[in-house]
Structures are given as structure tokens and as C-alpha cells.
T-cell receptor, first 111, second 112 residues
Framework: EDQVTQSPEALRLQEGESSSLNCSYT??????LFWYRQDPGKGPEFLFT???AGEEKEKERLKATLTKKESFLHITAPKPEDSATYLC????????????FGKGTSLLVTP | DVKVTQSSRYLVKRTGEKVFLECVQD?????MFWYRQDPGLGLRLIYF???????EKGDIPEGYSVSREKKERFSLILESASTNQTSMYLC???????????FGPGTRLLVL
């Protein structure tokens, strides 16, 4: 069973149409939850780290939130340049250094 | 600005060849990682290193080895490349157990 599940797998939005991406996780103790953006053929680019339920982080049109079971990446009034794959990863308290990644959500924003 | 660099963006190798993928970070990070990324499977950890000359197996170490002789450099070695090792390989580095993990640009390897 996957520890990290992202939904939807793919999402198509019109420019300006706000939406949310979901990352649900099943770990015994969460040390941190991480969001990355990945453009085709490139390495993931760090966006946010969340450590505890109730925490929120914002960057431009993106806002990440965390509960005890899931995280949401809210995209407000997206633009075509926000098109990318968004990856979520979790680190358990007793996992040492490794992050466990979800399979990602592929976002396409059309003009 | 943080920097993780990988020696090649694209590589084409023949089955049975020995392949070296190199990664260098300039942030003095203790921890370095090698992942492979495949469609539908996501990122999977191959090996990581938490100090010079130290290494730990990840989820899919079979067919791979690693070397870390200097803090800034972490090499992934495919002893005898096979077609099922065709993939995107990503290197990452991280300070401590709570720091941000930064990725390199990736190496797309094709094994014929």
C-alpha cells in the first residue's frame, strides 16, 4: 500500500480557474511534508515544507495546507506557466533521511 | 543559490556497458541521494549517503552501486547496464534530517 497518494493524476484547468491538488498520506508520525514542482525533462523544484497540522505556506498563486491525514495545494487564478507536475513527499519520524514520494499530479492550464 | 549538478543530461549506452553517473553539490550537504523516475512509478530511491564513504540501500538497489569519496560528489554506477535501467536518474542533496532536499537537473539514460 502506498504511503503517499496524490489525486487527481491529471488536471486540466482554464486560465483563472482555481482548484486544489490533494496529497493523502499514511505514516505513523510525520516529520515533514514537502511539495515540489517538476517541469518536463527537468529535476523537481522545491516549493514548500509543512511540519504540523494546521500549518499553511504561500508563494504567489500557490498555497499549501496540512491536516493530520492530507495536504492540499491550492492554486488560485492559475496561469499557463503554472502547468507542470506537482509532487508531494513525506518523511516519517523514524525514516532517517529518506523522503517517500507520491506519483504526482500533472496540471495543464490552458489560455 | 543552491546548486546540484549532474554530469550528463542525456546518455546512450549499450547493454553490458559499465555506466557512471556523477553528481556534485556545492552546499556542503551531508546527505546525498540517487533516485530513478519512471512513468507511472514515480520517484524511487536507489541509494543514499549520509557521510563520506557511507552508503545505505534504498528501495531498488539491485543492479546499482554508489561511491562517495568526497563530501560534494556522489556517483551512481551501473555495473552492467540493462535495458530495464533506461530511465530518468535524479540526484539530490540535503542538510541534516530536516533540511530542504534539492534536486539536480536529471540524466536521461537510454540503454540499447
Amino acid at each position: 500500500e502506498d504511503q503517499v497518494t496524490q489525486s487527481p493524476e491529471a488536471l486540466r484547468l482554464q486560465e483563472g480557474e482555481s482548484s486544489s491538488l490533494n496529497c493523502s498520506y499514511t505514516v505513523s508520525g510525520l516529520r515533514g511534508l514537502f511539495w515540489y514542482r517538476q517541469d518536463p525533462g527537468k529535476g523537481p523544484e522545491f516549493l514548500f515544507t509543512l511540519y504540523s497540522a494546521g500549518e499553511e505556506k504561500e508563494k504567489e498563486r500557490l498555497k499549501a495546507t496540512l491536516t493530520k491525514k492530507e495536504s492540499f495545494l491550492h492554486i488560485t487564478a492559475p496561469k499557463p506557466e503554472d502547468s507542470a507536475t506537482y509532487l508531494c513527499a513525506v518523511q516519517e519520524n523514524d525514516s532517517g533521511y529518506a523522503l517517500n514520494f507520491g506519483k504526482g499530479t500533472s496540471l495543464l492550464v490552458t489560455p | 543559490d543552491v546548486k546540484v549538478t549532474q554530469s550528463s543530461r542525456y546518455l546512450v549506452k549499450r547493454t553490458g556497458e559499465k555506466v557512471f553517473l556523477e553528481c556534485v553539490q556545492d552546499m556542503d550537504h551531508e546527505n546525498m541521494f540517487w533516485y530513478r523516475q519512471d512513468p507511472g512509478l514515480g520517484l524511487r530511491l536507489i541509494y543514499f549517503s549520509y557521510d563520506v564513504k557511507m552508503k545505505e540501500k534504498g528501495d531498488i538497489p539491485e543492479g546499482y552501486s554508489v561511491s562517495r569519496e568526497k563530501k560534494e560528489r556522489f556517483s551512481l554506477i551501473l555495473e552492467s547496464a540493462s535495458t530495464n535501467q533506461t530511465s530518468m536518474y535524479l540526484c539530490a542533496s540535503r542538510q541534516g534530517s530536516r533540511g530542504t532536499q534539492y534536486f539536480g537537473p536529471g540524466t536521461r539514460l537510454l540503454v540499447l
